[in-house]
């Protein structure tokens, strides 16, 4: 009986080192704009059951949170869902919605992982090589990598994320209700500074206010 995957086990293979070698270009230090006059939150859904990938893109200004511009874009989904290789059938729908924003942000926050990926190259981390922009990858579960360490319930409490020596992550408590988001650079972001970039713009919120609501407009992707 044939399925999805098998038909792509060649080209995931040639994806993997595709994304071993972008990988090797992602910039883990700060080269984001400051202070900050932009930021929007990126999230891809799906439709048609899978057919169609879409994208929603949320502007912001960085100092009132007010909404500049929101935008989606959809396209026809041109691989399946493969495991730790979201990022390629994504990508093209988040380029798209980027381009129709009225301007690009000084950070963008993408659902998703950025380092905190068994590649290291998780969708935030491809969004930021291929456009630029500086990203942080927001997600709400690990893929990879444990914490070492207790979390304390406290708001903004945060604790690395390792996969075996290397820190490629963290757990960030982001309100004391919730469970810890897991917070990774993606690309031109500092290990150090992603948490508390995602502390500054969660407002009450679990996830960062451009993130949150642009997840209000995009379906979870199966």
């Not at 942080?136 to 994320?161: D, K, N, Q, W, Y």
């Not at 290990?191 to 407002?203: I, K, N, Q, S």
């Amino acid at each position: 009986m044939s399925s999805a995957a098998p038909q792509w086990a060649g080209d995931a293979e040639a994806l993997r080192e595709l994304q071993a070698s972008l990988a090797g270009q992602v910039e883990l230090r700060d080269r984001f704009a400051q202070p900050l006059r932009s930021i929007a939150g990126f999230e891809v859904g799906s439709e048609d059951e899978g057919a169609t990938v879409r994208a929603v893109a949320v502007l912001m200004d960085a100092d009132t949170l007010a909404v500049l511009d929101r935008q989606t874009a959809r396209r026809p989904a041109s691989m399946p869902a493969l495991p730790g290789l979201r990022s390629f059938r994504e990508l093209p729908a988040l380029l798209d919605v980027l381009a129709m924003l009225r301007h690009a942000p000084d950070l963008a926050f993408v659902r998703g992982h950025g380092s905190a990926h068994p590649q290291r190259f998780g969708i935030a981390a491809h969004f930021g090589v291929a456009s630029g922009v500086p990203s942080i990858g927001v997600a709400t579960s690990t893929l990879t990598g444990e914490a070492r360490m207790a979390l304390h319930e406290m708001r903004g409490a945060f604790t690395p994320l390792r996969d075996g020596r290397q820190q490629i992550g963290w757990l960030l408590r982001s309100r004391p209700d919730c469970e810890p988001l897991v917070v990774s650079p993606g690309h031109r972001v500092a290990m150090a500074a992603a948490p508390e970039l995602v502390m500054r713009f969660a407002t009450g919120n679990r996830l960062p206010e451009p993130l949150r609501l642009a997840g209000t407009q995009a379906s979870p992707m199966a």
